[in-house]
């Protein structure tokens, strides 16, 4: 994976962001206050006007720290700063590298995933964005970059999060209550990964 890739995937991300910025608002009305998607869609619109100035032979770890920046000031929130983290942790896995090979990329998953649960103090299985990165990160150790099973992972990964008593963040205000809904963390972090698997396959 190149810079040129990067942008490809930020590109494809900022815009299923925001068609289905609504379908994630909706979500954290269940859960939470109702603004995930007017969050993400403000950072991801910001993370899009900044692509124009990254050239081709800026490193992608230049670009991923660029973007963990504009997460943090720009979305806000709970979801800010794990995002932020997450851009953060892949940026130092990659510093150095002109193009990310599959080794650098399992590894800069397994940081951004761990990056996560320490900023948010959270586990696997506590129903957040957290069982979404620990799945893929956790996928990509055992069988490798396999673009299509890292995107069956991620969509697991969510899906898993119906079933689970929210255990950090608003939902866990519910306790029992949350359960039968989907995060909407979960799912802005699957579509993180269905375009990324999109603009690999490509
Ligand atoms: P806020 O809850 O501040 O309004 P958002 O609505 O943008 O922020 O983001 C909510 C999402 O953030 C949740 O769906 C969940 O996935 C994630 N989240 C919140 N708190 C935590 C935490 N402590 N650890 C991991 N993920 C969290
Ligand atoms: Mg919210
Ligand atoms: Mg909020």
């Known amino acids: 994976m190149n810079t040129t890739q990067l942008k490809q ?8 962001i925001a068609d289905n910025r609504d379908e994630l608002s909706k979500l954290d009305q ?7 998607g007017i969050n993400m869609h403000r950072g991801f619109q910001a993370v899009l006007s900044e692509l124009p100035n990254i050239k081709e032979e800026d490193e992608p770890a230049a ?9 943090i000031s720009k979305v806000g929130g709970a979801s800010g700063p794990l995002y932020g983290t997450a851009f953060l942790r892949m940026s130092a896995a990659c510093k150095g590298k002109q193009t ?3 080794e650098t990329m399992v590894v800069a998953l397994k ?3 761990e990056g996560i649960a320490q900023r948010g103090k959270a586990a696997p299985g506590e129903g957040t964005l957290l069982d979404v ?6 996928e990509a150790k055992e ?7 890292l995107e069956a992972s991620a969509r697991e990964g969510m899906e898993a999060t119906k079933d689970m008593v929210v255990k950090r963040g608003r939902g866990a205000i519910l306790g029992e209550q949350s359960v039968g809904h989907i ?3 979960a799912v802005s972090s699957y579509y993180l990964f269905k375009t990324l698997c999109n603009t690999m396959k490509a």
């Open 183 to 185: 995060d909407p963390g």
């Open 133 to 138: 990165w620990s799945t893929v990160a956790n």
């Open 100 to 102: 990310l090979d599959d």
């Open 143 to 149: 069988t490798g970059m396999d673009w299509n099973q």
């Open 63 to 71: 670009l991923l720290q660029k973007v963990a920046t504009i997460l």
């Open 9 to 16: 995937w930020l590109t494809e991300l900022a815009a299923v």
């Open 30 to 36: 269940a859960l939470g206050d109702g603004d995930h």
């Open 111 to 113: 940081q951004a995933a």
